[in-house]
């Protein structure tokens, strides 16, 4: 069983289009989260989001942009794509009112722009 | 910027050997937690510490917190091929709830 999957694995893709990666978990949770890895191991938050509220890191660029369709889901749409959006991409989730605030991540999106 | 700098940034160990990496961070915390992340994946929780603890036991697994100095240690003991991998400490600022904050990670090599 797969708690928190993305889709897809790998992406290649040229400058300027428009892409999204898509994120799923099952385990119930009502948070979830985006990072961004770069290639020195980095890794950064960019979002985290629940029914109530999304919290955009303020250094992400506005081509970024989280779409949540339900509880369960938390999609990432990239507008004109840039060589510097290269990276890999992880969606993790978690669960509010844990004192822990352990998060779960998926395997990770490895975007080229190419 | 980076909450936390880990160090070393890489370490080389024999199988059988303990293995201690070391996190720093800037701001006060509600918990520390250490992340482990084979090449290639995803990462995974391995412990976390909270604040007002001072040493934390998981299996083969020791955490040390020092708030005073703003410092953590993850020690691996007995370590195995297995091990190899990238360890983050990743922080939870006071106040806030969710917002994880990662370190710039330790590559360790266990060498069989």
């Known amino acids: 069983d797969t708690a928190v999957s993305q889709t897809p694995k790998y992406l290649v893709t040229q400058m300027g289009n428009d892409k999204s990666i898509k994120c799923e978990q099952n385990?119930?949770?009502?948070?979830m989260y985006w990072y961004k890895q770069d290639s020195k191991k980095f890794l950064k938050i960019m979002f985290s989001y629940n029914n109530k509220e999304l919290i955009i890191n303020e250094t992400v660029p506005n081509r970024f942009s989280p779409k949540s369709p339900d509880k369960a889901h938390l999609n990432l749409h990239i507008n004109s794509l840039e060589l510097g959006d290269s990276a890999v991409y992880f969606c993790a989730s978690s669960q509010a009112g844990t004192s822990a605030e352990t998060q779960y991540f998926g395997p990770g999106t490895r975007l080229l722009v190419l | 910027s980076q909450q936390g700098e880990e160090d070393p940034q890489a370490l080389s160990i024999q199988e059988g050997e303990n293995a201690t990496m070391n996190c720093s961070y800037k701001?006060?915390?509600?918990?520390l937690q250490w992340y482990r992340q084979n090449s290639g994946r995803g990462l995974v929780h391995l412990i976390l510490?909270?604040?007002?603890?001072r040493e934390k036991h998981s299996g083969r697994l020791r955490v040390t917190l020092d708030t005073s100095k703003k410092s953590s240690s993850l020690l691996i003991t007995a370590s195995r091929a297995a091990d190899t991998a990238s360890y983050f400490c990743?922080?939870?600022?006071?106040?806030?709830?969710?917002?994880?904050?990662f370190g710039s990670g330790t590559q360790l090599t266990v060498l069989p």
């Open positions: 510490i909270r604040s007002n603890e």
């Open positions: 385990l119930g949770h009502d948070t």
């Open positions: 990743a922080t939870v600022p006071s106040g806030s709830a969710r917002q994880l904050t």
């Open positions: 701001t006060s915390i509600n918990n």
